[in-house]
C-alpha cells in the first residue's frame, strides 16, 4: 500500500487546514486509517482514525471537538479536517493504515505516508 499525504502548510491560530491521504496498492476499503503527528523534538502520536466502513472514528484528547477525520471510499482518500489550530498542533503529520480492527497503537500500523508539515503560527 502506498500512501500520499498533502494539504499541510502555514496557518494562524484559530484557521484550518484539511488534509487528505490518497492510497493505492492495496483494496482501500479494507484498511482501519489512522493519522499521527510528530512535533520536533518529542514521538510520534496518534490523532485520529477510522475504520474502514467510516462509521467508527476515534480521536486523541488533545485533537477532540476540533479535528475530523473522514474517509471516501470510492475515491481511496482519507481526510483530516483540523479547525480552531493552535500553535501545539505544528507538527508534521503522517497518514498511516493496517488491516483487521481498530487500533490507535502506533506499533501496529503496518503501511506510512511521507508526511505532511503543517505550521500554526500564534
Known amino acids: 500500500v502506498q500512501l500520499q499525504a498533502s494539504g499541510g502548510g502555514l496557518v494562524q491560530a484559530g484557521g484550518s487546514l484539511r488534509l487528505s491521504c490518497a492510497a493505492s496498492?492495496?483494496?482501500?476499503?479494507?484498511?482501519?486509517m489512522g493519522w499521527f503527528r510528530q512535533a520536533p523534538g518529542k514521538e510520534r502520536e496518534f490523532v485520529a482514525a477510522?475504520?474502514?466502513?467510516?462509521?467508527?472514528?476515534v480521536y486523541a484528547d488533545s485533537v477532540k471537538g476540533r479535528f475530523t477525520i473522514s474517509r471516501d471510499n470510492a475515491k481511496n482518500t482519507v481526510y483530516l479536517l483540523m479547525n480552531s489550530l493552535k500553535p501545539e498542533d505544528t507538527a508534521v503529520y503522517y497518514c498511516?493504515?493496517?488491516?483487521?480492527?481498530?487500533?490507535?497503537?502506533?506499533?501496529?500500523?503496518?503501511?506510512w505516508g511521507q508526511g505532511t508539515l503543517v505550521t500554526v503560527s500564534s
Open positions: 477510522v475504520s474502514w466502513s467510516g462509521s467508527r472514528t
Open positions: 498511516a493504515a493496517k488491516p483487521g480492527w481498530d487500533s490507535v497503537s502506533l506499533s501496529e500500523y503496518v503501511y
Open positions: 496498492g492495496r483494496t482501500f476499503s479494507s484498511l482501519y
